[in-house]
């Protein structure tokens, strides 16, 4: 028997902490945007503007998984329109389903979307990693619920994925990148020696939970002062600081300083975890010079490697300070689904088809899904065992 049950308050996502962190811990390539804390963060910040819909699914009595989503407003050339998506918002890289059985969980989820009321004119589905998690379980769960499902590219992600040794990766970067990178470090650090300070706090676990605010505010104040991509809009800062206080007690912060003497020059913060660094946003000090992100990030990355990190991802918000530093490149992927009964989806799902038809829309593509691996050879970073197969009989959706 299967069953899907829906929390609809921010405010009662509490009572399921221990169901959530359970699941979390059996997803395969977790994020730091798939935990509780994440979520109730959000929630606090658009609670007022979203509806929560995050799906419990259960087989007979006992759950396997849970698909966090929200219906938000999203402006449209037709104007505003609802749609169902994941809570990210440009934070992470990466989202999708929690628990070991992603394929039955999604299945079911859609199903449940397709057959219940709907308060939406989109399914859109954003940032799945159709490439390597996700190996087509998204498009499979939305078709086979009667969904009809366009895909499309959504972000290009640097990543950095490191080998035995240093020289091996340098030897990867363009050449003229290097240079680049090496004249930086001559032009920053011509008055004082640089330094890179980073913190990463042990959690509750080691009794280490120091806020480390002082290090932090200047982060944001930098962030709400730039200009341009690096530049963080209030919300979004003010939302990072809500959720600093549960990622240190997580164990989950890597905060960055580039200092040049006692002058700090530049921050980078984002998550680590079993070997793996999400970067959410990288900034430089109103004053500094503007190679300040490179030589920045270029610090960052040897010290991730002498700290024994496998890889390092920079999430949307701060992709271009990635820029020439990744060796590999993955992208995320969006599934959208327009309600058959809805005149104003109807008509952006016409103009999506002429697009696709003419050529038009350099995103329009299938995602090129990488051989899955036996569980005897390793998959690289932040490995887990393959998610196990769940089948659930088939079920036609209601129209």
């Not at 992470?92 to 979307?113: D, E, S």
């Not at 010079?289 to 701060?318: A, H, K, N």
């Not at 016409?350 to 299938?366: G, I, M, S």
Request: charged fraction near 25%; hydrophobic fraction near 40%.
């Amino acid at each position: 028997m299967i069953h899907v049950a829906e929390i609809n308050d921010f405010r009662k996502l509490p009572a399921f902490r221990a169901l959530w962190e359970d699941l979390w811990d059996r997803t395969p390539r977790p994020t730091f945007f798939q935990q509780l804390a994440w979520l109730e963060a959000y929630g606090q910040r658009v609670g007022r503007e979203q509806r929560l819909r995050a799906l419990i699914v259960s087989v007979a009595g006992r759950p396997i998984g849970i698909v966090p989503l929200v219906v938000k407003l999203v402006p449209s050339r037709l104007g505003t329109i609802r749609a169902v998506t994941y809570p990210v918002d440009s934070w992470g890289a990466f989202f999708g389903p929690l628990g070991p059985h992603p394929a039955a969980t999604l299945a079911a989820a859609m199903r449940h979307l397709a057959q219940t009321r709907r308060d939406w004119d989109l399914i859109d589905l954003r940032y799945v990693d159709a490439e390597v998690t996700d190996c087509g379980r998204t498009r499979n769960a939305m078709r086979g619920a009667g969904l009809q499902t366009y895909c499309r590219r959504w972000y290009r992600t640097p990543i950095v994925e490191f080998g035995p040794d240093w020289e091996g990766y340098w030897g990867q970067l363009d050449e003229s990148f290097r240079r680049r990178f090496e004249r930086a470090e001559r032009t920053v650090a011509r008055a004082t020696r640089l330094s890179l300070e980073r913190w990463r706090p042990g959690g509750t676990l080691s009794g280490d939970t120091d806020r480390r605010w002082e290090l932090l505010e200047p982060c944001l104040a930098a962030a709400q002062s730039q200009a341009g991509r690096l530049a963080l809009s209030p919300q979004r800062t003010a939302l990072l600081r809500d959720l600093h206080p549960a990622a240190v007690d997580a164990g989950w912060v890597d905060l960055s300083v580039l200092k040049a003497g006692p002058t700090v020059l530049g921050h980078a913060y984002g998550f680590h975890h079993g070997g793996v660094v999400e970067l959410v946003h990288v900034n430089v000090a109103p004053g500094a010079p503007p190679e300040t992100v490179l030589v920045l990030v270029g610090r960052l990355v040897r010290d991730s490697f002498e700290r024994g990190d496998q890889q390092i991802i920079f999430g949307p918000l701060c992709s271009t300070a990635g820029t020439g530093w990744g060796n590999a490149t993955r992208y995320s992927y969006r599934y959208t689904h327009f309600a058959r009964a809805g005149a104003c989806a109807q008509v952006l799902r016409l103009n999506h088809c002429v697009r696709r038809w003419l050529h038009l829309d350099p995103t329009v593509a299938e995602p090129v899904i990488r051989p899955r691996r036996t569980s005897g050879s390793p998959e690289g970073p932040s490995h887990r065992e393959s998610p196990q197969t769940l089948r659930l009989p088939a079920r036609t959706a209601s129209p």
